[in-house]
């Protein structure tokens, strides 16, 4: 298993190289952002971990550049940037999930085997979703309707497939939160209604019959028939 870490703190760098590495993972390990990219584009890794403060440029902006790039595996957000508004950018801007400075080893271990679980379908299971006329490749992380490609951020992706593999079931926020975003936050915050909002309108969008319907104080459901 394939890991790229970009982090520009040289003790928690080798700390994090060191531990990983014993974790069984293969490490390429980069203090800056050219770096990480040169990495990115010599080989292909199965999940990254990128911190936001990098030295040459801000690694929102990375993960952004790397998406540019083909690079599709899920990214863990290492950030000492602990506010909600910060955690919420992280999330939308590409990346998976997000863990704040300091943090526990096993944590950090617990979601990084969450986010491959969550991104890479075990060999024994269907390597598409369909709910009626909606149809998603969890091997090139595709959703389609009536055929038409549907252009979902990573997060969108991940958002609709857990609403796929839960098709007629009632869903709350917090299960979003957990399921998908793989933390918890501010029970107040807007997170999932902005998200479900963008959603609707590329499943839902240019007269198709709604499938995402929202339950009003109690949460979402994806309509399966």
Not at 93 to 105: I, N, R, S, W
């Amino acid at each position: 298993m394939r890991l790229l870490l970009v982090e520009d703190e040289p003790d928690i760098r080798r700390f994090l190289q060191t531990s990983l590495e014993e974790a069984g993972y293969q490490v390429g390990a980069a203090a800056d952002a050219k770096t990480a990219e040169n990495l990115a584009t010599e080989g292909t890794f199965d999940i990254l971990i990128v911190d936001l403060g990098l030295p040459d440029k801000d690694g929102i902006s990375l993960i952004l550049r790397l998406r540019q790039m083909g690079v599709s595996a899920p990214v863990l957000i290492l950030s000492a940037r602990r506010s909600v508004d910060d955690r919420v950018r992280g999330l939308e801007q590409g990346g998976d999930d997000y863990l704040t400075k300091p943090f526990a080893l096993a944590e950090l271990l617990a979601r990084l085997r969450n986010l491959l679980k969550r991104n890479r379908p075990s060999g024994n299971e269907s390597t598409r979703l369909r709910v009626l006329d909606l149809e998603l490749d969890l091997l090139r992380r595709e959703a389609s309707r009536s055929g038409q490609v549907l252009q979902l951020t990573p997060q969108e992706f991940v958002l609709l497939e857990y609403l796929c593999r839960n098709a007629g079931r009632v869903v709350t926020r917090s299960m979003i939160l957990d399921m998908v975003w793989g933390m918890r936050i501010q029970p107040d915050t807007n997170v999932v209604d902005v998200h479900i909002y963008r959603l609707r309108g590329k499943v839902d969008g240019k007269g198709q019959q709604p499938l995402i319907r929202t339950l009003r104080g109690v949460g979402y459901v994806l309509k399966d028939r």
